[in-house]
């Protein structure tokens, strides 16, 4: 069974890491409003694509989403190289906590998995596996006396895992999107067509209701990886793969 290290390259850049998400490096501001990427112009990640809060400081939040698992194309035998991302929702403290799905390619074939971080610790789930065109919700809650993360698959309840740990006094820049996966060294992006993402929320109002939420593609050099769609209803939008 593989094993993972997930890390916050925005907190510990200089972590070694071995297969594991890697949580996007997003800058974060103080205040507490949300909002107002619909339509704007997306900012640049290594490895991110989606909307980060940008915002910190506080006390306590609750992150949010779906998104249907896609479909994921691979080529190439046993020796193909992996490629990997994670749709998840998270929030960082002194570590960051997560709930996600594995989506990539492993040994030329399509591999699916819950996968979710806890305090900075990951928890890899390979038995509880996802079929393309399942509806999977995640979530993140962080309170001072304890954090929450679970994902499940609302159309395969077996497929379900929750985890419940320790608090932050602090938490900043939830996100919602496609983070990416360590092996270590970030793997390239699989061929997964797109991703919609539905019912984004941040402490229970959508993510685009006020005034501080940004928007991501993920590039490497001048090459978009993954692009992002602009935010329907506040609460809904795809990211769309473009290159590995």
């Known amino acids: 069974m593989r094993t993972r290290v997930s890390f916050s390259t ?20 103080s205040g507490r409003s ?42 190439g035998g046993s020796s193909s190289p992996e490629r990997a991302i994670e749709p998840s929702v998270g929030v960082y403290s002194s570590s960051f906590s997560s709930a996600g799905i594995f989506v990539g ?25 996802p079929h393309p065109g399942d509806t999977v919700s995640v979530r993140v809650s962080q309170t001072s006396k304890s954090t929450v993360v679970s994902s499940t698959d609302t159309s395969r309840k077996s497929v379900t895992k929750t985890l419940k740990g320790a608090g932050n006094p602090v938490g900043s820049g939830p996100w919602v999107g496609d983070t990416g996966w360590d092996n270590p060294g970030l793997l390239g992006v699989p061929n ?31 090459t978009t990886q993954i692009s992002t769609g602009a935010l329907s209803g506040n609460t809904a939008f795809e990211t769309v793969f473009k290159h590995s």
């Open 34 to 75: 949300v909002g107002g990427a619909r339509g704007a112009r997306a900012a640049k990640s290594t490895s991110f694509a989606g909307y980060s809060v940008q915002a910190g400081g506080e006390g306590s939040w609750k992150v949010a989403a779906q998104f249907v698992v896609p479909t994921v194309k691979c080529t």
């Open 192 to 222: 997964f067509g797109k991703l919609d993402f539905s019912a984004a929320t941040v402490d229970g109002s959508p993510i685009g209701a006020g005034g501080a939420v940004a928007r991501f593609n993920r590039v490497s050099g001048s």
């Open 105 to 129: 390619c492993f040994k030329g074939k399509a591999d699916y998995f819950v996968a979710l971080v806890l305090n900075g610790t990951p928890h890899n789930y390979t038995k509880l596996a």
């Open 10 to 29: 925005a907190i510990a850049a200089s972590v070694a890491v071995s297969v594991g998400l890697a949580a996007p490096a997003l800058a974060s501001s």
